[in-house]
């Protein structure tokens, strides 16, 4: 079951993000050190990454990517607790740049967040294309 956190109530305005890939991109980065220079979508970031990087199963910390058509969604896999608990965060899934910070005890429901799920990207270099 997904649950999605709430802001406290003293936050005044929700968080703004900016577009999905680039907020996930940094928040990456952030952990990693390691960036996305250059990709404009999650089908861009999907297709630069290199088939060691593409992941099928739950990792974190990693760049979940959904993606048909054109663009796509992507979002953030921050951690994954002992008990199973994944911690996920994105921004402007439902267009309006909000960031939204959501728990999933099963990884299923992370896949069905968004139709068409490719998967997990963990980036081990800079991509500068």
Known sequence: MQQEKLPSASAKKPRWGGQCLTYAAALYTK??????????DAKAYWNN???QERKM????????IWFNGKHGH???ISKIDPDGTIHFTDSNFAGDETVRELTFSDPSQL??????FKG???RTTTRWR
Do not use: D, E
Request: aromatic share 6%; glycine share 16%; with cysteine.
């Open 31 to 40: 952990a990693t050190g390691v960036g996305s220079s250059g990709n404009v």
């Open 49 to 51: 990454s290199t088939p």
């Open 57 to 64: 199963h739950l990792c974190a910390p990693s760049v979940a």
């Open 74 to 76: 992507a979002g953030f």
């Open 111 to 116: 896949g069905k967040r968004c139709p068409n």
């Open 120 to 122: 997990y990207v963990q």
